[in-house]
């Protein structure tokens, strides 16, 4: 099950060089336990596409949209453009016993 249907209070958090993805993840009985995920041993930047992105990403995002929660970012290329880029999260993330799982 994606993690955006049993958890709560879903955010991001930039921690110097890596952003985590927070949440309450749900165990059962209404009951929720803190979770986070570092995206960036998942996710990076390899000319303008997500891919160890934090350190060069700018305006680091999450948006609530109704497929799922996604990870939005502007992202520069190699030739210095940069351009908006959006991962959706629910697709590669679980919520696993309390656990965010990335997929």
């Not at 336990?33 to 060069?56: C, M, R, W, Y």
């Amino acid at each position: 099950m994606s993690f955006h249907e049993s958890c709560v209070d879903i955010r991001i958090e930039v921690r110097g060089d890596h952003t985590v993805l927070l949440a309450g993840a749900g165990v059962g009985d209404n009951a929720y336990q803190p979770a986070e995920l570092v995206l960036d041993k998942h996710i990076g930047n390899p000319d303008g596409k997500f891919q160890s992105f934090t350190e060069t990403a700018e305006n680091i995002e999450l948006s609530f949209r109704e497929d799922g929660v996604w990870l939005e970012a502007d992202l520069p290329e190699i030739d210095g453009e940069s351009g908006r880029q959006g991962i959706n999260l629910s697709e590669r993330i679980e919520n696993q016993n309390g656990r965010l799982v990335f997929i």
